[in-house]
T-cell receptor, first 110, second 115 residues
Framework: DAKTTQPNSMESNEEEPVHLPCNHSTISGTDYIHWYRQLPSQGPEYVIH???SNVNNRMASLAIAEDRKSSTLILHRATLRDAAVYYC???????????FGTGTRLQVTL | GAGVSQSPSNKVTEKGKDVELRCDPI?????LYWYRQSLGQGLEFLIY????????KSGLPSDRFSAERTGGSVSTLTIQRTQQEDSAVYLCASSRDTRRNSPLHFGNGTRLTVT
């Protein structure tokens, strides 16, 4: 299975933009890039996904490199409620079965 | 609209007892998934359903674990003769279908503690 690599942790100040990187050098042409986040004591929450083009939604933006070997999740203005573990996942299978890694723990401070 | 609902939210049981965990997916979602998350660990895939069928049971840790789904809706995960290593948060998710661009919607899980 194609794997992703993310930093273990990142810090941000409140109201500043956050760029969460993800490397996926073995991605194949049909793999979708998904991002989820998990707040304390909750189940994972879908954030955004994309295939080749950059994507925007109300929660975040996803910037995908031209060669698709990396992507960046962008939170435009971090708030304390954005403190969570962020998972970058490749949907490679036929059943949308996702393999979660260890993710990036984002800390947001005042 | 209503999200994925799991019950109970917490369950404490004695070693050797059987437990049943329930998942109510989002209405209309054909795919349903079970994961578990041990303390401080990542998510571990257990099983998924397409309709009432389970094409992939590869993640079930042992034959003490089983799951079923009826009416293309509610699913039950059963653990027989529970062991202490079964203690974890059991998470259920559903998606509209199994295409690669279908997001998963998770419930908040059942926290199982085996004493």
């Amino acid at each position: 299975d194609a794997k992703t690599t993310q930093p273990n942790s990142m810090e941000s100040n409140e109201e500043e933009p956050v760029h969460l990187p993800c490397n996926h050098s073995t991605i194949s042409g049909t793999d979708y890039i998904h991002w989820y986040r998990q707040l304390p004591s909750q189940g994972p929450e879908y954030v955004i996904h994309g295939l080749t083009s950059n994507v925007n939604n109300r929660m975040a933006s996803l910037a995908i490199a031209e060669d698709r070997k990396s992507s960046t999740l962008i939170l435009h203005r971090a708030t304390l409620r954005d403190a969570a573990v962020y998972y970058c996942i490749l949907n490679t299978g036929t059943a949308s079965k996702l393999t979660f890694g260890t993710g990036t723990r984002l800390q947001v401070t005042l | 609209g209503a999200g994925v609902s799991q019950s109970p939210s917490n369950k404490v049981t004695e070693k050797g007892k059987d437990v049943e965990l329930r998942c109510d997916p989002i209405s209309g979602h054909t795919a349903l998934y079970w994961y578990r998350q041990s303390l401080g660990q990542g998510l571990e895939f257990l099983i998924y359903f397409q309709g009432n069928s389970a094409p992939d049971k590869s993640g079930l840790p042992s034959d003490r674990f089983s799951a079923e789904r009826t009416g293309g809706s509610v699913s039950t995960l059963t653990i027989q003769r529970t062991q202490q290593e079964d203690s974890a948060v059991y998470l259920c998710a559903s998606s509209r279908d199994t295409r690669r661009n279908s997001p998963l919607h998770f419930g908040n899980g059942t926290r199982l503690t085996v004493t």
